[in-house]
């Protein structure tokens, strides 16, 4: 049983996080929400309310006082953000460097690159049926109030920072696919950025997505209609043989190669066997939604 002993006071009266609008009663709960939403940040935190908070409310003068100098001399927000989560010791510190390296790419950008940033690190977490609905709602933002034109038409329609965010959007969205394995989906949104700008990323992104999406003739039938990709496919192909060999000396691979052996030497030890794996997979499914 893991038991965690509190910073400071429970408080009274509550503070309401700017930007967030997510009200904490305690230490532990600021520092919870500052690392889950380390995407959404600004300096905004960075007040006197939040001082005198810390100092009333919670009695850490000590803490206050350490980041009044960070408030009123224009500290960093990474700075004054890392002071108070190293001073409560809530997390450890490959949880808080993570955290910092978050803070530092998110300094200086819009709300919406904020929100594609939170919407990226889901990806990175693999929580991707979520991230899909997150980009759905910012792509549905851009339209409303940026007028976002098509494709076709982003020359004129769209400046070349707007096309550029527009494409990793869509690239990133279908990264996502790609991580639930829906490659007809994820070529369809790794086209659409080759659309936005093109890029030798998203290309090969959307040659991977078809090639694994199509039955092995269906793909050099495509392959054949796009010659001016040829030397791309080419490397594609050289990187999944190189993919393939290194997936051979996985602990995954060799598990799996051991349990054909097992299907044939002992049944019943196989199916017991897979039972298990499979409600180990089932936690583990689970455990990232």
Not at 72 to 94: C, K, M, P, T, W
Not at 229 to 248: N, S
Request: hydrophobic share 35%; proline share 2%; glycine share 8%.
């Amino acid at each position: 049983m893991r038991v965690s002993v509190c910073v400071g006071n429970y408080a009274k009266m509550p503070y309401c996080i700017p930007g967030l609008g997510i009200n904490v009663y305690s230490m532990e709960e600021l520092c919870y929400c500052l690392k889950e939403n380390a995407f959404l940040l600004d300096i905004s935190l960075m007040n006197d309310g939040l001082l005198g908070w810390v100092e009333r409310e919670c009695g850490l003068r000590e803490l206050a006082g350490a980041l009044h100098p960070l408030v009123h001399r224009q500290g960093s927000l990474s700075a004054f953000v890392l002071a108070i989560e190293r001073y409560v010791g809530f997390f450890d510190e490959n949880t808080l460097r993570e955290m910092e390296q978050v803070l530092r790419q998110g300094a200086g950008l819009t709300g919406l690159e904020k929100r594609k940033s939170q919407i990226d690190y889901l990806v990175k977490k693999k929580r991707y049926r979520q991230a899909l609905q997150e980009y759905d709602d910012l792509l549905q933002i851009l339209e409303k109030e940026q007028g976002s034109a098509g494709p076709d038409r982003a020359e004129n329609g769209n400046p070349p920072a707007q096309r550029e965010f527009l494409a990793k959007i869509w690239h990133n969205k279908g990264v996502a696919y790609a991580g639930l394995m829906l490659y007809e989906r994820a070529g369809k949104c790794f086209e659409r950025a080759c659309e936005w700008k093109e890029s030798d990323e998203y290309r090969m992104d959307f040659l991977a997505a078809k090639r694994m999406a199509l039955s092995e003739e269906d793909y050099v039938a495509f392959a054949a209609e796009h010659g001016e990709w040829h030397l791309d496919a080419l490397e594609l192909e050289k990187k999944l043989e190189r993919a393939v060999g290194e997936w051979e000396q996985q602990p995954d691979y060799l598990r799996l190669y051991n349990r054909r052996e097992l299907r044939h030497r002992d049944r019943q030890k196989f199916w017991e066997d897979s039972e298990r794996l499979i409600q180990a997979l089932k936690d583990s499914y689970r455990a990232g939604m």
